[in-house]
């Protein structure tokens, strides 16, 4: 009977065995065949040793390895918040650094590889004024400080006194230079932090933001939710959609004093960190193809919407020239030959130099300026060329 009981256990204890071997078996063959050979951080980081290698010289060391290291964030004031989190973050050591503009003591104020004088792109570029007319806020650690910040809280009408984005992402709202009664459009906004920078302007006379993403857009609708107050967000002033940006010159024609073009790009910095839903993987490679094709559209729509003497800001967050250069040249070229429209590069040194201090730029680009990723300064990439259309 002892024989039975011990046979029956032993019997029972295999057959749990089996169900966990059975279970382990159905997840381990799938896990198995699914995980790619190469993960897409990798074949991105690859393409980037190629092509920025090359493009970047001797500065791609360096940049790679802040690429790969946590970026640093800034926290953009909300003016529409009562919570004074100025203060509060000042007194952990967090400066603006849009006003806190000390001179820069380095190299970076002058261009290396233009022997070290004045420098303005081309002839043919105009020169940005150097005034910073908003009244954005943007708050960072200092130099070297590699600090998080805490999760900013409602105040009493629920509103959010901060939100955290790279403070290179401010530049191109910077750039844009809106002013008081100017009416803004935003061709690719969600999730939305661009927005609420140009948001903050003091009297804005008109803004619409849009992406072609509905879910994007809801995303977009929620952010703004949580920093403006319900009375503005039903606003006439404000308008949210959900358009293709590409068909936006054909209906908005000749209509906006200012246009932000912050396009889908390849990401750098989160194609190297992240395998989810990487634009590196294989299956999005047409896509990823197709990328400069459809940014030269946007921003050739963009330069559409905008009325003559508009200004209008491209933007990426890639060190790609292709992406970057290669789509303002391909624009401004469209425009021209198939609309006539004739426009001019903004030349935003006088940008850069103010603030040199917190960012690194790149050298010697053929149009528009690139905050490069450092390890003192883990912000970006950013890519912003500013262009204003003379007919
Ligand atoms: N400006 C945003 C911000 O500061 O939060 C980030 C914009 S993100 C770099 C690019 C956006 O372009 C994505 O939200 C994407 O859904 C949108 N997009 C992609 N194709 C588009 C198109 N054809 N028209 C408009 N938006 C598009």
């Known amino acids: 009977m002892a024989l039975l009981m011990e046979t029956r256990l032993i019997l029972r204890k295999v057959k749990d065995l089996r169900c966990v071997a059975v279970r382990w078996s159905r997840v381990k063959p799938k896990w198995a065949t699914t995980r790619p050979k190469f993960p897409a951080t990798r074949l991105a980081l690859h393409q980037f040793d190629v092509t920025y290698g090359s493009q970047l010289s001797a500065l791609w060391p360096s940049v790679r390895v802040a690429l790969l290291c946590e970026k640093k964030y800034g926290a953009l004031i909300n003016n529409f918040s009562h919570h004074d989190v100025m203060a509060e973050l000042q007194l952990q050591g967090c400066k603006d650094f849009i006003t806190d503009t000390a001179p820069a003591a380095d190299s970076q104020s002058q261009d290396p590889e233009r022997g070290g004088e004045e420098v303005s792109q081309s002839d043919l570029q105009t020169t940005s004024d150097t005034s910073i007319h908003s009244s954005i806020k943007c708050l960072v650690f200092p130099r070297g400080d590699i600090s998080r910040f805490k999760a900013a809280r409602p105040d009493s009408d629920g509103l959010l006194g901060y939100y955290l984005m790279d403070a290179a992402s401010v530049l191109p709202c910077l750039a844009l230079d809106v002013r008081a009664g100017h009416s803004v459009l935003d061709l690719c906004a969600a999730p939305g932090g661009k927005a609420l920078a140009i948001m903050q302007t003091y009297d804005l006379g008109f803004l619409c933001v849009n992406d072609s993403s509905a879910s994007r857009t809801m995303r977009l609708r ?170």
């Open 222 to 391: 929620r952010v703004l939710q949580s920093y403006i107050p319900k009375d503005q967000l039903s606003d006439t002033k404000l308008h949210v959609c959900s358009f293709d940006g590409t068909m936006f010159g054909d209906v908005e024609r000749n209509s906006f004093d200012r246009v932000l073009v912050d396009v889908p790009c390849t990401t750098d910095r989160l194609s190297v960190t992240e395998d989810d839903n990487n634009i590196f993987s294989k299956n999005r490679a047409g896509e990823r193809k197709r990328l400069p094709q459809l940014q030269a559209a946007l921003l050739l729509s963009g330069i559409l919407t905008a009325r003559p003497g508009g200004e209008i800001v491209y933007s990426t967050c890639s060190l790609s020239r292709q992406q970057n250069q290669g789509v303002v040249e391909q624009a401004a070229h469209l425009a021209l030959q198939e609309h006539g429209i004739h426009t001019q590069i903004v030349d935003l040194k006088p940008l850069t130099q103010r603030f040199s201090n917190t960012f690194h730029f790149a050298p010697g680009l053929s149009a528009g300026e690139m905050v490069v990723p450092h390890l003192a300064a883990n912000f970006g990439p950013i890519y912003m060329c500013k262009l204003r259309r003379l007919t």
